[in-house]
């Protein structure tokens, strides 16, 4: 299953691969780039991962991007 967020103004995916979680930029033509420097717990719920974008990217809030959202 993939989880679609907007972090901060930015598309995110998360996928789940082979029992870890596994995270990608998705760019404005839909195209994916792996995100290399982000590890995700695999024991995370997928309740929990919104919350664990907004932990590792908070620095990048802005008044016209002030949370994390989950878009599906």
Do not use: C
Not at 21 to 36: A, D, E
Request: charged share 25%.
């Amino acid at each position: 299953m993939n989880y679609r967020f907007e972090v901060f103004g930015r598309e995110m995916l998360i996928k789940r691969l082979e029992g870890n979680w596994v995270l990608f930029t998705v760019s404005g033509k839909g195209l994916l780039s792996r995100v290399g420097d982000i590890a995700i717990p695999a024991e995370l719920s997928p309740q929990e991962l919104r919350s664990f974008l907004d932990d590792m990217y908070h620095e990048q809030a802005s008044a016209a991007h002030p949370e994390v959202i989950r878009l599906d």
